[in-house]
């Protein structure tokens, strides 16, 4: 995929650009860049603004300014499968207007490939660009907006490690950052700002790493207040990140985990039996197992079980073929549980 973004940018050497795959509710999933290190809210603010297209396999582009010239920055996003979105910005370095030119060409083919690739193997461009969360602290940060989502009061802790975070999020112009914007939105469309009863709490992750919290606040009249913090995955999002798990892996994943075979998840997911059978094949070689429940087992973190499966195998090799050491519900037969994780 690199090599993509490689090609596009090739006529004008030392473009920047960032990749977002957002959910399908807005939150960005994965984050990658090049170029744009030193201005992280900057990208994501541009990602926020790319022009979402109305249909699936259709590109939308805006790569012209009110001027009617190239604009210096280049946007284009796809619809991924899932419901999920790319946005991809190329930004422009100091370069000819006909080297740029050929780089908002070739933005609509790029974007296709990227996400034809995504699509297949469920990766980001490049390694996930860390986002600058605080490893400890006492809080990232409280805001209050009232129902024009006006920032009336914020606070962040003073802590080195929530520096960066607090640059990341802070308001300007008594305004958040697009996409956090964006997910207060969301989260508080059902508000009744007039009757406090019917501002129920919520929250999202809109940022790898960071999770959000609406909550109603009483004060000149129905304020919302906004809390920010740092957010740790659950160990299997980590573990699936240690061994490369892609999305959608990680789909078919959980729906083995919900107990659905083979058939039922190939229809969820709208894809073949056949390609549910051979990311389960990949998921089970990249974590080194014997199984699908090993797998699985491996992906969660649950060491017993895996030392379980390793006794049991063990004793099947010694020759006296007991299993009493695997846990009943790990338990499997070929004829009725072969397409099945038993939970």
Not at 17 to 29: H, I, K, P, T, Y
Not at 79 to 84: I, K, Q, T, Y
Not at 182 to 204: G, K, M, N
Request: proline share 7%; with cysteine.
């Amino acid at each position: 995929m690199e090599s993509v973004i490689r090609r596009l940018t090739k006529p004008a050497r030392g473009a920047a650009w960032a990749l977002g795959v957002f959910a399908s509710n807005g939150d960005l999933r994965e984050f990658a860049m090049q170029g744009l290190q030193s201005n992280v809210r900057a990208a994501l603010d541009m990602l926020s603004t790319v022009p979402e297209p109305m249909t699936s396999k259709v590109v939308a582009l805006k790569v012209t300014a009110e001027d009617g010239k190239l604009a210096r920055t280049l946007r284009g996003s796809i619809l991924l499968d899932g419901g999920r979105l790319l946005a991809f910005i190329a930004v422009r370095p100091t370069t000819t207007d006909k080297a740029w030119s050929m780089v908002a060409q070739g933005m609509q083919p790029a974007v296709r490939r990227i996400a034809a690739l995504i699509n297949a193997e469920g990766v980001p461009a490049q390694e996930p660009t860390p986002l600058p969360m605080p490893t400890r602290s006492d809080g990232s940060g409280f805001l209050l907006l009232n129902s024009d989502l006006n920032v009336v009061f914020q606070w962040h802790p003073e802590d080195a490690a929530s520096a960066e975070l607090a640059k990341l999020v802070e308001p300007e112009h008594d305004r958040l950052p697009l996409l956090l914007e964006r997910t207060v939105r969301r989260l508080t469309r059902r508000w009744d700002f007039a009757r406090i009863e019917t501002c129920t709490p919520a929250r999202a992750q809109p940022l790898p790493g960071l999770l959000l919290r609406v909550a109603p606040v009483r004060g000149a009249g129905v304020l919302i207040g906004v809390f920010l913090e740092p957010f740790t995955d659950h160990p299997m999002e980590r573990a699936a990140s240690e061994f490369r798990i892609s999305p959608r892996e990680r789909d078919v994943l959980y729906a083995l985990l919900d107990g659905r075979g083979v058939n039922d998840i190939a229809a969820m997911l709208n894809i073949a039996e056949s390609t549910v059978s051979d990311h389960i094949a990949r998921m089970i070689a990249k974590t080194n197992a014997r199984n699908r429940v090993e797998m699985a087992a491996t992906l969660l973190g649950w060491p017993r079980i895996k030392a379980a499966l390793q006794s049991a195998r063990g004793a099947h090799s010694n020759g006296n073929g007991s299993n009493d050491a695997t846990p009943r519900w790990l338990q499997t037969t070929r004829r009725s549980r072969r397409n099945h994780f038993v939970p």
